[in-house]
């Protein structure tokens, strides 16, 4: 069994925690076919590093999810559609996406811009990143 986060930090400062996961992608069916083909024809093109680091082809990916079900945060997935709408603000409007913010005190911090995450190359280095970012 792997173990992903640190104990230094306790149950209750990661219950405290929300991590929200915007995916560089909106939320409606069509979008979400042409998404579907886009990774299986011209993956190397593909808009969204968070999706393809988060899910294969056709499913989620097996270490992340493992992950994901293991940590005390609470993590919030969103279309990029979705997060404008709900998040309707000025300072929110220019972000790049996929992105992946922490909610601090009623607003939101970002954890992880999009350069940050066109740079990894597996889910084991968005886990080592998180791990990093949430001791």
């Not at 609470?74 to 992105?99: L, R, T």
Request: hydrophobic content about 40%.
């Amino acid at each position: 069994m792997l173990l992903f986060l640190s104990t230094e930090v306790s149950k209750t400062e990661r219950l405290k925690r929300t991590i929200i996961f915007i995916y560089n992608a909106d939320a409606n069916i069509w979008n979400k076919y042409l998404d579907f083909a886009h990774k299986i024809i011209s993956p190397s093109t593909y808009s969204c590093d968070l999706c393809s680091l988060t899910h294969g082809n056709f499913s989620e990916n097996k270490i992340w999810k493992e992950f994901r079900e293991i940590v005390s945060y609470e993590f919030v997935f969103k279309y990029k559609d979705e997060f404008i709408e709900e998040f309707n603000e000025v300072e929110y409007q220019k972000f790049q996406y996929p992105i992946i913010l922490e909610e601090k005190d009623s607003r939101l911090d970002v954890l992880m811009n999009a350069n940050e995450l066109n740079l990894m190359n597996s889910v084991e280095d968005l886990i080592g990143a998180l791990r990093k970012k949430l001791t």
